[in-house]
């Protein structure tokens, strides 16, 4: 990238890209430097167990309609489900994905996610990880589904951005599901 040293005038932008594993993180400071915005590119495979011995997916609630409802309308469930770099389940584990769904739809398998993204390093730069809040619907039969990141803390103190999510496999047996996601979030 050719920077402008010598005219004030051109906006500096210094873009690094720190290439990590899962991760892309793009720094833009703009020409007053009042704020310094990164933009970074997640990607990673969340593991949906819910089949025993070690769920890491419950169902905890549900409504007395919900067992004669296609679409499980109703059910509420708690997750803590483990983010690894590749979609094998014993590949690098990089986080969790901390929080809850909702079968809220009646005409389809539409869940409402209210979930924490907890990464146990920092996008790129290394030095103390971070978490982004997701909050979205997620129709799981469909090709990919957008959900909001509407927060974020440590190395994504800001966070905005979005969450792109297709399903990886499905065990039809066990009900197991991994999901492909990419985030895309710029924060400070
Ligand atoms: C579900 O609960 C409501 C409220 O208690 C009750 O009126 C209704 O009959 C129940 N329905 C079934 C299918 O049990």
């Known amino acids: 990238m050719a920077t402008t040293k010598s005219n004030p005038l051109i906006m500096l932008t210094i873009a690094i890209f720190i290439t990590h594993s899962t991760t892309t993180t793009t720094t833009k400071a703009n020409s007053n430097n009042l704020h310094q915005e990164k933009q970074s590119h997640l990607h990673f495979y969340l593991h949906d167990i819910v089949s025993s011995p070690n769920p890491t997916a419950i169902r905890v609630a549900a409504a007395n309609t919900t067992n004669k409802s296609p679409t499980t309308f109703g059910a509420v469930a708690i997750l803590d489900d483990p983010l ?14 901390q929080g809850s769904y909702m079968f809220a739809s009646k005409e389809e398998v539409g869940l409402l996610m209210v979930v924490n993204l907890v990464f146990f390093e920092s996008g790129g730069g290394g030095g103390g990880g971070g978490s982004v809040t997701v909050v979205g619907r997620n129709a799981v039969k469909e090709g990919v589904r957008e959900m909001a990141v509407v927060g974020g803390s440590g190395a994504y103190r800001f966070a905005r951005g979005y969450v792109l999510v297709s399903t990886y496999s499905l065990d039809a047996i066990t009900g197991d599901t991994v999901d492909e996601f990419d985030v895309y979030v710029e924060h400070r």
Request: net charge neutral.
């Open 84 to 97: 690894t770099e590749g979609p094998d389940a014993h590949s690098r584990l990089i986080g969790r994905a």
